[in-house]
């Protein structure tokens, strides 16, 4: 159990980042973003002994986090308006007026991310994450073609949303 919990805190440690931003793009508000991290830990915790190496981990934590965000939003409901209660990613920049532009960037894009339908959102927040198409289709248990037409809607409608042509 004591290298079980070990193999956990490695785990969460190395894609703590990556984790972050993906319950970041489930989750607006930092009290439920807090309560999916929490829950996506349990998750990988879960299934870290059914790890076969059949993908790389970050895929496996990715797919499991993925799945894990779908059941919180289901178990949820409906999405809240307001989406001006995002909590502030944490930026190391000195300057205040480069902390704000980054910052306001980044919700932005959070924003046009979450504004995507699920099945473009999915693909499109794994894709940032660096995952190929075929880590992806693992991730989601869909084809790479699938893939590769959900990721060019997902920036089609991000250029759009963000005012970017094409």
Partial sequence: ?????????????????????????????????EELMQEIAF????????????????????????N????????RGPAPQDLDAAAEI???MPRPDELAARRQGAER???AVRGLPLTLRQVMVLALEGLDHGEIARALGISEGNVAV???????LLKSALGEHA
């Fill in 43 to 66: 998750a990988v915790w879960r299934a870290l002994p059914s790890f076969r190496h059949e993908s790389s981990e970050k895929t496996f934590v990715l797919r499991i986090a993925t």
């Fill in 109 to 111: 894009i959070r924003h």
């Fill in 68 to 75: 894990r965000a779908l059941s919180h939003l289901a178990a």
């Fill in 1 to 33: 159990m004591r290298e079980q919990n070990r193999e956990l805190e490695r785990v969460l440690t190395t894609h703590a980042a990556a984790l972050s931003r993906l319950a970041a793009s489930y989750e607006s508000r930092p009290a439920l973003r």
């Fill in 90 to 92: 944490a930026d190391p």
């Fill in 150 to 156: 959900r990721l060019h809607r997902g920036k089609a």
